[in-house]
């Protein structure tokens, strides 16, 4: 059963900067895609970043040079290192398998970023 629980959401100035972090249980990281998902209030859920084990990554165009992920396989854990927050940035920020959904999702980690 995979279990996935996101923390360090918080509330920044555009401008500023966040690192969001998730442990995952059920799932090895060393054979898996890990990516970060984000849904904006009345938009659909979207996939921003992702990571495989062997540390290729992906961006979608939106957060290119601001975001950066990240995984730790030994810990099952990944993280998501935002810079240069914009308001649009705005979200509730989910780690999940990519491209594809596997299971129950986590709480997500609130990212509100005010101009």
């Known amino acids: 059963q995979v279990q996935l629980v996101e923390s360090g959401g918080g509330s920044v100035q555009a401008g500023g900067s966040l690192r969001l972090s998730c442990t995952a249980s059920?799932?090895?990281?060393?054979?898996?895609?890990m990516g970060w998902y984000r849904q904006a209030p009345g938009k659909q859920r979207e996939l921003v970043a992702s990571?495989?084990?062997?540390?290729?990554?992906k961006y979608v165009d939106s957060v290119k040079g601001r975001f950066t992920i990240s995984g730790d396989n030994d810990r099952n854990r990944l993280y998501l290192q935002m810079f240069s927050l914009k308001p649009e940035d705005t979200a509730v920020y989910y780690c999940?398998?990519?491209?594809?959904?596997?299971?129950?999702w986590g709480r997500g980690a609130q990212v509100t970023v005010s101009s």
């Open positions: 990571i495989t084990g062997g540390g290729d990554v």
């Open positions: 059920g799932v090895l990281f060393s054979l898996s895609v």
């Open positions: 999940q398998l990519a491209p594809t959904p596997f299971g129950s």
